[in-house]
């Protein structure tokens, strides 16, 4: 793409936008600064989170220069939900996932070079203004009826709930972050999600006020699957960045489990593919549905983002392993745990009958069925053929992490677990 406003629309990446024509004037005249905000609302970030990142990979990449705000100071407030207040976290919470944030967030761009990346808090500025302040050189600017309008607001204000001050406060406090990062950075552009888009003209219109100065403001779309259901949810919540929330094996194999229609648009938004390269991807699926190659390379792309070449490595062998195409015994315990999290499993133990072990795990209903299986060869340990009936578990079966597996014909998988 000749211009990254013309790229990042071609990736589905823009919602909504002031002066379109405007800010594409204004990147040509040189790089800019711009920042997106992040509140410590829990210890980790999650998706959602991670296409705003990626947006502003885009733009680093483009030559401008990133601000990665986390919210120390709104994230004591919380940004208003649909419905019900929010419960306001411990101060020492608030601090702790902030750091937890700056940390996550420090591996999705560059912090070298002309352009780095600056990460800044905005308890450092929000700390220092007294309520007189507040009222008098900040919050004089707001209209009432502006703030009453905006959806959320309005929402709440119809419920039998309302909404408190302290909540219905937040989006001066985030229309501050703009402004004091306009005086402090020359930043001329927001980004966020599309629910934060009254938020994120908010501040525009106070720097405006304030500066008498023109600033811009953009949002990436609420990502939807096909069908038209929110993406990102699984059984267990939501997709966690952290790996101490969600291994880098359940997070691979949640962007491998996409569905065919939806893989064109997540490449398209959650990696940085080339887009030409993307079609040939989509086009070789389509031909070869049953290989599942967008969703391989989707997976292999956003694991690799998140947690790293060397993680995603591991838990391509530990599928692999699982499948019987690669010796198990090279892998690490941690990876191997999180691949057979989901597995049936039994307790197991050096010099316990594989006969037993095959039993008490359900594969087999019985010792005799147990015993006809292994002499018809349709049992394996550790992919490897068991062919005495009579075999027990011995200390060289004992996969790093305690882990057995334990395989009755091709499809039948479960794991014996050393205590």
Not at 156 to 168: H, K, M, P, Q, V
Not at 295 to 301: I, P
């Amino acid at each position: 793409m000749s211009h990254i406003l013309d790229e990042l629309q071609a990736r589905g990446l823009i919602a909504q936008h002031t002066d379109i024509e405007a800010l594409r004037a204004t990147l040509d005249e040189g790089p800019i600064t711009y920042y997106c905000g992040f509140d410590p609302t829990a210890a980790s970030l999650h998706h959602g989170h991670l296409v705003q990142a990626i947006l502003m990979r885009h733009l680093q990449y483009a030559g401008h220069n990133p601000l990665v705000l986390v919210g120390g100071a709104t994230g004591m407030i919380g940004d208003p939900r649909d419905s019900g207040e929010r419960t306001l976290n411990p101060e020492e919470q608030v601090a702790e996932w902030t750091q937890k944030l700056a940390n996550q967030l420090s591996g999705f761009l560059s912090f070298e070079g002309e352009n780095a990346a600056r990460i800044v808090n905005n308890y450092d500025w929000t700390s220092e203004i007294t309520a007189i302040d507040l009222l008098r050189n900040i919050g004089r600017y707001f209209r009432l009826g502006t703030m009453i309008a905006k959806d959320t607001v309005a929402r709440r204000l119809a419920s039998d709930e309302g909404i408190s001050y302290t909540e219905f406060s937040y989006q001066i406090l985030q229309a501050n972050d703009f402004l004091e990062l306009y005086r402090r950075y020359g930043c001329i552009l927001q980004t966020g999600g599309n629910d934060q888009w009254g938020n994120l003209v908010g501040g525009m219109d106070l720097i405006h006020k304030a500066e008498g100065a023109s600033v811009h403001v953009m949002t990436t779309p609420i990502i939807t699957k096909s069908d038209g259901t929110k993406f990102g949810k699984t059984e267990g919540g939501a997709i966690w960045l952290d790996p101490t929330m969600m291994s880098p094996y359940a997070f691979y194999q949640f962007w491998l489990n996409q569905a065919d229609a939806d893989i064109e648009r997540l490449l398209k938004v959650f990696t940085f593919i080339p887009l030409e390269e993307i079609d040939q991807i989509v086009a070789e699926s389509l031909e070869k549905p049953y290989l599942r190659l967008g969703q391989r390379r989707l997976a292999d792309e956003v694991t690799t983002f998140v947690h790293g070449a060397e993680a995603t490595d591991r838990v391509k062998e530990a599928s692999a392993a699982l499948f019987g195409k690669v010796d198990p015994s090279g892998l690490d315990g941690d990876t191997l745990q999180d691949a057979v999290a989901e597995l049936v499993s039994a307790p197991a133990e050096v010099g316990m009958s594989v006969v037993d072990l095959v039993e008490a795990l359900g594969l087999e209903k019985g010792k005799g069925a147990a015993r006809r299986t292994i002499t018809a060869g349709g049992l394996s340990i550790n992919s490897v053929k068991v062919e005495d009936p009579e075999a027990t578990i011995t200390d060289d079966q004992v996969l790093p992490g305690g882990i057995i597996l334990v395989r009755k014909g091709k499809k039948n998988l479960a794991v014996g677990r050393l205590s």
